[in-house]
């Protein structure tokens, strides 16, 4: 097997909100859109980021249909977590979990998207 590309697909309420949200503050751009779906991409994040509507029909297992914000992070390490969190804060990201460092190394912060879901970038210390 040879993979060649790598996404995450979330289903959310209201996907171009999402999609402003990553492009506006992580450089994410976008690389297709129709109604209820919208992919973006960023080649150093090493993968596509995909966001959904919830309650497509040609959405498939129905099982797993539901909002993508329960328990979900969306994690991406960064070089300068200090200045990333500045950066944020001074753009009015909310902020959900302020920065801090665990004790094995990981300093993250945490944000919320317009449709409530979190964005954690972290670097490693």
Do not use: C
Not at 36 to 47: C, E, H, I, N, T
Not at 75 to 89: N, T
């Amino acid at each position: 097997m040879n993979i060649t590309a790598s996404a995450i697909s979330l289903n959310v309420a209201d996907p171009q909100a999402s999609a402003k949200f990553v492009v506006d503050h992580l450089g994410f751009i976008e690389k297709m859109s129709a109604d209820g779906f919208v992919s973006l991409d960023r080649p150093d994040a090493g993968l596509n980021l995909i966001f959904l509507r919830t309650g497509l029909e040609t959405f498939k297992p129905k099982s797993a249909a539901g909002h993508a914000g329960d328990g979900l992070l969306v994690v991406f390490v960064v070089d300068d977590i200090d200045a990333e969190y500045a950066r944020l804060q001074a753009e009015g990201v909310p902020i959900v979990t302020p920065i801090e460092t665990e004790e094995w190394g990981e300093r993250y912060f945490q944000m919320s998207d317009p449709n409530g879901i979190i964005l954690q970038l972290v670097q490693w210390v």
